[in-house]
């Protein structure tokens, strides 16, 4: 297949935004309790260490194990949990130190998950919430043993834990982000999503991919991109006091060249026929995070399927205004995308 490349400038405009409303959810009540297993942790006294260990296990338990089997990978023989742990509290006492300086208090975090936990009990009043908030601080590649899916941030849940790894929050230009063995693991299109701001929404796409796992890999480009779109639209929602520029992962500048070139956008896709291809190694480089879109210029977002699926669902929802999420997530790609008749 030949593809027409079409390079679109992406520039700054005034910041696009759409009206959300929020539905009160004062009244609905969540349990959500928050751990400083970071400071206990790197608390530990080095001379009494087993002990130290043991209460741990008595005041954290699952996440206890969490953190030596899939966050440390320490070796299950206690020996070698002591020597672990012994070498990771020396090797990241700074990191510590600075995610302290930073996060000496989590309550406003904890007021926004709470505040995402009421909407997504609203929407979805059958999932089974996290009560538990767990702040850590794990190895650089943590998040790798844990396979999370959500381009390197630091957060996962297992059962009622969700865990936030603080090592992954320092900001955005935070020196250590910069040096090559990081970037390496985190380049700078990821890294510099390293930050306080993005915590709530990272915290509810984990919990949307638990609601809605991803099966869309397989179907075609058009049906992955509606898929994405759904999760966007449905992630907003959960965080509507967010910026779409945070929802998104894109830069402003991004964001707003999308906006700006969206009847472009759309074009490429059609002229090229990539929109019913099903081929990965065809639709990959419009799926995928990356630090921009090769056929559409430097300065584009990667994952630029998202933007279109965004739209897309946008559209059919003007058209399905009394539509629920629960509704919006079941219903297919192929029949939003052929009710919507999207054409920028």
Known sequence: MKYTITLFIFFSLVACSNSKKTP???????????????QDFFALDSNHLDAGMQQLYVNYQQFYVDFLQNILASDPQPDSVLKNVQLFTNAYKNIYTVSQSLYADVTPIE???????????YYFPDYQLP??????????????MLSTKNG?????RDGPI????LQLFLGSDFS???????QEMYPNFISRRFDKKYITTDAMKVLLDDIYPDKSVGKPLIQQMIEAGKRLYILQALVPDVADSITTGYTQQQLDGCFKNEA????????????FVNDFNLIKDYLNDAPNTQALGDESP???????????????IKKNSSVTLQELLNKSAKEIFEEAKYKP
């Not at 007021?111 to 009990?121: D, H, R, S």
Request: proline residues 1%; without cysteine.
């Open 24 to 38: 009160d959810v004062s009244k609905i009540k969540v349990e959500l309790t928050t751990q400083r297993f970071e």
């Open 111 to 121: 007021k926004e998950i709470k505040q995402g936990l009421k909407l997504m009990k």
């Open 131 to 144: 009560t538990q908030l767990v702040t850590y601080v794990g190895p650089w590649d943590a998040m790798f």
């Open 152 to 156: 390197g941030s630091g957060v996962f």
């Open 162 to 165: 969700l865990g936030i790894g």
């Open 176 to 182: 250590i982000y910069k040096e090559q063995a990081i």
């Open 264 to 275: 472009n956008i759309w074009s490429f896709f059609v002229v090229n026929n990539l929109l």
């Open 302 to 316: 990667g994952f630029i399927g998202q933007f279109v699926g965004w739209q897309i669902v946008k559209k059919w």
